[in-house]
């Protein structure tokens, strides 16, 4: 069974930091990312890498994420820095090509 485990949301002031982790199970994914789901807004791509570390990032969050994953360990983690109000939302991992984890909450407080 393919399933995705995020953790490591919560509750952070603004310009404060979070590590989200991602544990997959039952598959290797080539490729891993991070999305994001405001309230009242679609779904955001936010983050990808690939099984070699390559990596892109959305404008909105590039020079603030960092996108990781330790292939031994199966698990993609995003690093978020100087977090702002803005960045609040459920945040998803997902697994090419089409799977999600259940999702963690991220609320910054301004």
């Known amino acids: 069974q393919v399933q995705l485990v995020e953790s490591g949301g919560g509750l952070v002031q603004a310009g404060g930091s979070l590590r989200l982790s991602c544990v997959a199970s039952?598959?290797?994914?080539?490729?891993m990312g991070w999305y994001r789901q405001a309230p009242g807004k679609q779904r955001e791509l936010l983050a990808l890498?690939?099984?070699?570390?390559?990596?892109n990032y959305a404008d909105s969050v590039k020079g603030r994420f960092t996108i990781s994953r330790e292939n031994a360990k199966n698990t993609v983690y995003l690093e978020m820095n100087s977090l702002k109000p803005e960045d609040t939302g459920v945040y998803y991992c997902?697994?090419?090509?089409?799977?999600w984890g259940q999702g963690t909450q991220v609320t910054v407080s301004s």
């Open positions: 997902w697994g090419a090509p089409n799977s």
């Open positions: 890498i690939n099984r070699v570390g390559s990596t």
């Open positions: 039952g598959t290797f994914f080539v490729a």
